[in-house]
């Protein structure tokens, strides 16, 4: 029910007139109530598995904290307790593994060997992926010192259930929310109407752009040789649902949590304004791009295996190339990590290294893209070059959705084909517009189009550094609240509510 239905509304009405007339000192727990009535409500067996990840991720905190601290040196003791952190790794890993990837595994064995093996039908608990990620993090956070284990279960059962990010992110930090947690926030009229206007621009996104493209993607890409003159605008419909879906529920779970007076990371910054792939991945999805540079690539790159890789990379390719090679190779496990993060299929997979061979073929020739810049004096700083590099980026992104839109490798190939060699705009007015039929297509197409003007100007706007809630809150109380509803009354009205669907990445 999260963010779109009148269920939540009430949910979240009742959780913060609690929250707000309890005492102070008590908030938290009202928070934990909610977060954990919430969770129970969506599938109550789902709950054994949150509950199984945080009591393993506090135990084993809590013992890796204490043999740190008993052995006196901390290199001695974290010799001692890295059997402990494995064990919560894996545990936490490992149920992950079991109920998202064994259906992958046995479809894959079923091929190779032509066996008959069923494949399980297993619960895959809402929010999963981030909760596991959260956990992990936080184990090696106390295992590095980066923060000192939390003693209160029931406050650090919190962190990892809290229900506005639990369903899409962003990934969390403890360092970063335990704090917030434990303060007082008084009510505050000024954070209840920056979390409302989150809130209705993250529906905005989701329910007029990402539902109405989701209507055309989706017969495109489920009809492919039917409609093959349209392929490449399947591209552009998925990826207008794509980010409006996840960017919207992000803006939604942001507002809900400001509502509470609680500050989480942001995870989007306006990613198609990327120049290049990798400045894309600190652009989309932020938290999962810094949580993987934090815990994978940078130990990773400064592992033993790694430097020795380096060193005698440097003897046969030079110091400057040489030094590379671990940071490319690190990037490819990284992105085949992010791959299958996403989904256990080998498109997934396909999507994941292709932009990780993009980043680490791009990091290992930046010196020559320098030397052809330089020779053909190309300002790089340049309005023309740069907007150049945002097409560029763009199309390279575009086609990475292939893979990631489609159920097997070879319909993605196909797809790609018929988006050069097919092109029949005139196909899109025979997709009917959800239960309104092929008479509404060309309002239904208007109104996304409008709908991405409108977010490209906002963008823009953004990019330029301009605080648009800011200035929204500068404005006379009548106006502003004259745009909140007026934007109220859009959403609904514009969207396709007869072809309405949840959050893309609600079931990670």
């Not at 988006?419 to 097919?422: C, I």
């Given at each position: 029910m999260f963010g779109t239905t009148n269920g939540f509304i009430l949910f979240i009405l009742i959780s913060l007139l609690l929250y707000y007339l309890v005492p102070r000192k008590w908030q938290w727990a009202v928070l934990l109530a909610a977060s954990w009535g919430y969770y129970l409500y969506t599938n109550p067996w789902a709950g054994v598995f949150l509950l199984f990840s945080t009591v393993v991720s506090f135990w084993c905190a809590a013992v890796v904290g204490k043999t740190i601290r008993d052995a006196g040196d901390r290199k001695t003791g974290k010799k001692k307790a890295r059997k402990i952190l494995l064990l919560g790794m894996l545990l936490d890993f490992g149920v992950l593994a079991v109920l998202k990837y064994t259906g992958f595994v046995v479809l894959n064995l079923n091929r190779l060997f032509h066996s008959g093996i069923s494949i399980p039908a297993l619960l895959l608990p809402l929010g999963i992926s981030y909760y596991t990620f959260q956990t992990v993090g936080y184990l090696l956070d106390v295992y590095w010192g980066r923060t000192e284990p939390e003693k209160n279960f029931f406050r650090y059962a919190l962190f990892v259930s809290f229900f506005p990010q639990l369903i899409q992110?962003?990934?969390?930090?403890?360092?970063?929310?335990s704090k917030q947690f434990e303060e007082t926030h008084a009510f505050s009229l000024h954070q209840i109407r920056f979390g409302l206007e989150r809130i209705l621009w993250g529906l905005f996104k989701k329910m007029v752009l990402a539902d109405w493209a989701a209507v055309y993607a989706d017969a495109i890409f489920g009809e492919p040789d039917r409609f093959s003159g349209i392929?490449?605008?399947?591209?552009?419909?998925?990826?207008?649902?794509?980010?409006?879906?996840?960017?919207?529920?992000?803006?939604?779970?942001?507002?809900?949590?400001?509502?509470?007076?609680?500050?989480?990371?942001?995870?989007?910054?306006?990613?198609?304004?990327?120049?290049?792939?990798?400045?894309?991945?600190?652009?989309?999805?932020?938290?999962?791009?810094?949580w993987m540079k934090d815990y994978v690539m940078f130990p990773l790159t400064l592992s033993k295996r790694m430097s020795s890789l380096g060193k005698k990379s440097r003897k046969l390719l030079g110091k400057k190339k040489g030094r590379l090679i671990p940071i490319c190779i690190s990037n490819l496990i990284v992105f085949f990590i992010v791959g299958i993060w996403h989904g256990a299929t080998w498109s997934n997979i396909g999507w994941g290294l292709y932009n990780g061979v993009i980043i680490a073929f791009s990091s290992f020739f930046a010196p020559e893209y320098e030397?052809?810049?330089?020779?053909?004096?190309?300002?790089?700083?340049?309005?023309?070059?740069?907007l150049f590099m945002m097409l560029r980026t763009f199309?390279?992104?575009?086609?990475?959705?292939?893979f990631d839109c489609v159920p097997t490798f070879g319909t993605a190939l196909r797809m790609m084909k018929y988006?050069?060699?097919?092109f029949a705009p005139a196909e899109l007015l025979a997709i009917p517009a959800g239960k309104l039929g092929t008479a509404y297509t060309p309002y239904a197409l208007l109104t996304l189009g409008l709908g991405c003007l409108l977010l490209l100007i906002?963008?823009?706007l953004q990019e330029r550094g301009l605080h648009i809630r800011e200035k929204m809150a500068a404005l006379p109380l009548p106006v502003e609240f004259g745009i909140c509803v007026i934007l109220l009354i859009c959403v609904p009205l514009f969207s396709p509510m007869a072809a309405a669907r949840g959050f893309i990445y609600a079931q990670f």
């Open positions: 992110g962003p990934i969390g930090r403890y360092s970063v929310l392929a490449v605008f399947g591209l552009l419909m998925y990826t207008i649902q794509l980010y409006g879906n996840f960017s919207g529920g992000i803006d939604v779970a942001l507002g809900v949590a400001s509502l509470f007076g609680i500050t989480l990371d942001e995870n989007f910054k306006r990613p198609f304004f990327a120049v290049s792939i990798s400045d894309f991945w600190t652009r989309w999805h932020i938290t999962l791009g810094t030397t052809v810049k330089q020779k053909l004096h190309i300002n790089d700083k340049a309005a023309g070059y740069r199309i390279l992104i575009n086609i990475s959705w292939y988006s050069v060699t097919r906002v963008s823009i």
